[in-house]
């Protein structure tokens, strides 16, 4: 009898139920989208880190890929909705997570962020916001701008000094659709949390010898995965 009410403990609540149920509903568009959407840059250039053969993952890694997105999905469903409730903040926190992720995984396979997710993106937050659903428009339309000088003046810094990109153009387009999310206060946390991360990644990588000093993190995946812990926190 003591196994029944420790069984139903393991069970998410009846609330939870449709963000898993759409989490896991949308796994194959996603994948579709992870896939398709890098296609026309990538095709000219088959050489693009991840996709070896005409932009194309293997059959292995694509299929770790689907089960990863598969766990991601509802997992940031089911943490979003019960930080923010079953309610119009933890949906669109949610639909600006799953993007993100989306963004990410391309980022991580492609080390591109391409514009046909990015601007959308900062467009759909601009429109939500059109009703201060994470934050008032003013604050929207600030986020948006902040977020594109935060990383774009680092970026002209560092190409002057050191006479190349420190970061891709599509990560301060990033940035600045999430800004158009969260508006402009809660970039700083999602700037400092994203270093960090890049850091702590970078120097365990270095330790492992999986990593080059010279060698370039993509910053997307920190971007999205400081932008969870701000909205989580």
Known sequence: MLLLPSLAMLLPAPSLFLPVLAGLLLVWPVNRAIDALPRRILQPQADAPGRPEGGTLSTHRHRKRT?????????????????????AEGLAATVLLWTLLTAATIDLETGLLPDALTLPLLAAGLLVNGWAVLTPWQAALAGA?????????????????????????????????????????PLVGVVFY????????????????????????????????????????
């Open 67 to 87: 089960w990863a997105i598969a766990v991601l999905m509802p997992a940031l469903a089911v943490v979003t909705v019960q930080r923010l409730g079953l309610n």
């Open 194 to 233: 994203a270093a960090l991360l890049a850091a702590a990644l970078g120097l365990l990588l270095l330790g492992v010898g999986r990593s080059k000093p010279q060698q370039t993190l993509p910053f997307g995946p920190m971007l999205a995965a400081a932008t969870a812990l701000v909205l989580w926190t």
């Open 145 to 185: 701008a902040v977020g594109a000088l935060l990383l774009w003046i680092p970026h002209r810094i560092y190409r002057v000094v050191a006479g190349k990109a420190g970061v891709g153009a599509g990560d301060f387009k990033l940035l600045a659709a999430i800004g158009a999310w969260l508006g402009w206060a």
